[in-house]
């Protein structure tokens, strides 16, 4: 179930909970954050190869191009055995900006983005048929867990793809890593 929680940047105190999709969109797009949810065109086996993601989920895929200019589309996957997990999660758990939009339509899995925008954390449980479009110098972090299984499409408007300006700040310190999220909101 994908949930919103919104934080004090401090984090020290309880922070709104919001757990309905179409509520988790309207709170979102009062900070420029797109979030939807979608559904295949077509079914896939797990295992499926990245063409066949892509082409299951294409009319959301080329609205979306269409929309904001996106040039390229691919699916990353990172598992449990995956072997660069632990260093993806720290990078990824660093507070950062991009100059591009972060698009990412989860397939399989889930993931915690936490978005900074201002004197609020904007914590999103994403999970599978939820996209989220976080755009560009937003400052952000994202868990992906410590046992990762998620299977993602990502959209980009540039060749260069996920290019990350890290902000120093160790806000992300501060706040749950998804396994706790999950014990406290979930």
């Known amino acids: 179930m994908s949930l919103l929680t919104i934080h004090p940047e401090s984090g020290t105190s309880a922070p709104e909970i919001i757990r309905e999709g179409d509520a988790i969109a309207a709170r979102l797009a009062e900070i420029g954050v797109l979030f939807e949810r979608w559904q295949a065109g077509r079914a896939f086996e797990p295992d499926a190869e990245q063409q066949t993601i892509l082409a299951a989920y294409a009319d959301s895929v080329e609205r979306l191009k269409a929309k904001y200019g996106f040039e390229s589309a691919d699916v990353i996957s990172v598992g ?4 660069q997990k632990d260093e993806l999660r720290a990078r990824f758990l660093r507070e950062h900006t991009h100059s591009d939009f972060e698009v990412r339509f989860f397939v399989e899995g889930r993931g915690l983005f936490y978005l900074h925008p201002g004197d609020r954390v904007y914590a999103i ?5 939820d996209l989220l479009s976080v755009p560009s110098n937003t400052r952000h972090w994202f868990d992906m867990g410590a046992e990762p299984c998620l299977k993602c499409i990502r959209l980009f408007t540039t060749a260069e793809g ?4 890290f902000t120093g700040s160790d ?6 890593r998804l ?3 999950l014990k406290h909101y979930a």
Not at 125 to 129: A, D, F, K, T, V
Not at 162 to 165: E, L, N, P, R, S
Not at 171 to 176: E, Q, Y
Request: hydrophobic share 25%; proline share 14%.
């Open 80 to 83: 449990p055995d995956h072997p």
């Open 125 to 129: 449980l994403c999970e599978r048929g």
């Open 162 to 165: 996920w290019v990350a300006d």
């Open 171 to 176: 806000i992300g310190d501060r706040f749950p």
């Open 179 to 181: 396994e706790d999220y």
